[in-house]
């Protein structure tokens, strides 16, 4: 049952003299502060100011005597969502604004940045008229005066005034480009470096910082603030450590820019990651959730780091680099999440030929397939991804292919077809397209399967993953053009795989429009008995007229589809089904193209289309 405020008011509104006005203020803030009430805070807020606390607060206000206590009884009062809009609306911010802008008095300076800070929590409204007032401005200057400040209660001071700048900029972008200007970060660097054995203080700067960096113009000047080193020393400090996940969770944040990636790289940040990733698999070999929690974050911001070129490179440090080594070690972990992390890691450094045979040459391709293994017959997708992206990266130089072939990568891939996890699904099919181009022996050891064959032709029929249904329908192209044998073009057309080709050529990927042409061109070259009547019911011949007709077509394309359209106008089987008026029309239209190379093309096909014209008479 709420207690009945009106007499306790009722006292504040007769009290004659100072001392009385102070005791009634007293036992109001002795209601507000006693701990038994604290479930009923919000009851008690909106009961005292529904019967006009604001207005008998705003009276008392004007006198000095009684602002802090005032400040304070705000602060207190404020911490209910639903006053907090009618507090800024009776004018209170320019009042406690004023008492952080005269610097006098600890206690009052204090009462006023708890009161501000509870009346922007969530309200834009405050926030506003902070804005308007220069509150950021006077925050600032405040919080920078407190940076010396030895007096009783500074400590407890320079929280609360951390605190009132998070709730004034979260989430607003607004604001957070106003006190970014301001200098903020500068400010809260300096104090994270003076103050870093205090635990409250310290505890608050990062939840500022995890906020106030939640903003796209904070980029520049947090490079330029000195922050970012501050953030690693404190890390490798004892109090670091007790908060070593809020750090972690900031530098993640922020690694997201690349040029955070390059000054990070820079720093002694990477040694202690991994420091902390193998201290915390040492000391618990339970992995409590703690533990597990470190080596994450700190493998997950590891990993971070390599994605950008610059600072990839400097980590790489010509195969020296520590965490090179140390994500080699992380294959052979026990730890899920260590062997992940070890096998991005590894797909980050083979982002360039020279690292991809570097990395072929260190034996990391089995230790890659080790992970590949069901552990009794359980399936890990997420390390088959990672292992799996790692090894389509290692397969693209040429210099590399035939070395995973035989190390046997494509029967360990061959393994998890079945998968049915898109994602995995499409780093299989990435795997086996880069070992199968230029490799003969590879395309046809795929092709010839005729199991693998239908599921690719499934997967080029998934049209809830794009990415594994393009990947599956290049990988039928690329089989076609690097076996260029009957036996496997015969299993694409008994798989239906035909109709998957043809509407590849109307990809909106140029790439892949010139390999299904070349594709077929071979097919219908080699296979033509077997692949008319396919051709035909997958409408080939609208779909090369609409590309002929089509002005966005690039003459690339055009050149192609002219060059399998003349290939087809040589086969009795499907010449009939070609030569349309359409066609015709498409075809003459290019005589008078600006690109001669696509005029060339289309006069050399007009006189076959003409012959079969004749034919038909």
């Not at 904070?218 to 020393?233: A, I, P």
Request: aromatic share 4%; proline share 3%.
């Amino acid at each position: 049952m709420t207690m009945d405020m009106g007499p306790l008011l009722e006292s504040l509104r007769s009290a004659a003299g100072p001392q009385d006005k102070d005791r009634a203020l007293d036992a109001l803030l002795t209601v507000f502060t006693d701990p038994e009430n604290e479930e009923k805070t919000d009851d008690l807020s909106v009961d005292v100011t529904g019967q006009g606390l604001f207005d008998d607060l705003l009276a008392l206000g004007r006198d000095e005597a009684h602002i802090t206590k005032v400040a304070q009884l705000l602060a207190e009062v404020a911490k209910t969502e639903s006053v907090r809009e009618p507090c800024v609306e009776k004018g209170f911010v320019p009042l406690l604004l004023r008492l952080l802008e005269k610097q006098e008095d600890i206690n009052s300076m204090t009462q006023a940045c708890r009161a501000l800070g509870n009346v922007c929590f969530d309200n834009d409204l405050g926030r506003g008229i902070v804005q308007d007032n220069n509150g950021i401005e006077i925050l600032l200057s405040l919080m920078r005066t407190l940076l010396s400040n030895t007096e009783d209660g500074s400590d407890r001071l320079r929280t609360i005034a951390c605190g009132f700048l998070l709730n004034l900029t979260n989430t607003n972008e607004s604001l957070q480009q106003k006190a970014i200007e301001g200098g903020a970060l500068e400010v809260i660097n300096k104090y994270l470096v003076q103050y870093q054995t205090a635990d409250g203080l310290c505890n608050m700067i990062l939840v500022t910082i995890s906020s106030i960096t939640d903003s796209e113009q904070c980029k520049s000047r947090l490079l330029e603030s000195g922050l970012l080193t501050t953030l690693v020393d404190f890390l490798r400090t004892p109090m670091g450590d007790e908060n070593c996940e809020s750090i972690l969770d900031i530098l993640i944040a922020v690694a997201e820019w690349d040029e955070v990636k390059d000054a990070l790289a820079q720093t002694e940040l990477c040694p202690h990651l991994i420091s902390l990733a193998q201290t915390n698999v040492q000391q618990n070999a339970d992995y409590s959730e703690e533990n597990q929690q470190k080596i994450k974050l700190s493998s997950d911001l590891l990993i971070l780091l390599l994605t950008g070129e610059r600072s990839m490179e400097v980590l790489f440090d010509d195969g020296k680099g520590e965490i090179f080594g140390a994500s080699l070690k992380w294959l052979d972990s026990e730890q899920d999440h260590l062997q992940i992390s070890g096998a991005l890691a590894v797909g980050n450094f083979a982002r360039s030929d020279e690292h991809c045979r570097f990395l072929v040459e260190q034996g990391v391709v089995g230790r890659l397939l080790v992970l590949l293994k069901p552990v009794y017959g359980e399936p890990k997708p997420t390390l088959e991804h990672a292992a799996l992206s790692a090894l389509r990266n290692l397969a693209i130089p040429g210099s590399n292919k035939a070395s995973l072939i035989k190390e046997g990568v494509i029967d360990a891939v061959l393994v998890l077809v079945e998968s049915e996890m898109l994602a995995v699904v499409f780093k299989i099919i990435g795997v086996l397209r880069m070992l199968v181009d230029g490799q003969e022996e590879a395309a046809l050891k795929l092709g010839q399967d005729r199991e693998f064959v239908t599921r690719l032709v499934e997967w080029s029929a998934c049209e809830e993953h794009p990415g594994v249904k393009g990947e599956a329908t290049r990988l039928l192209a690329w089989l076609v053009k690097n076996s260029r044998t009957e036996e496997v073009m015969r299993n694409i057309i008994r798989s239906d795989g035909i109709p998957h080709l043809v509407g590849m050529i109307m990809s909106e990927h140029i790439v892949m429009q010139n390999e299904a042409l070349v594709a077929l061109n071979f097919m219908v070259t080699t296979v033509l008995a077997d692949v008319a009547l396919p051709l035909k019911e997958a409408e080939l011949a609208e779909t090369l007229t609409t590309l002929l007709l089509d002005k966005h077509t690039l003459p690339e394309i055009k050149c192609n589809t002219l060059t399998l359209t003349k290939t087809i106008l040589t086969a009795e089987n499907l010449r009939e089904d070609i030569v349309s008026p359409s066609m015709c029309d498409a075809v003459r239209g290019l005589v008078d193209h600006s690109e001669d190379k696509v005029r060339q093309a289309a006069l050399a096909v007009i006189p076959l289309m003409e012959d079969s014209s004749e034919g038909e008479r």
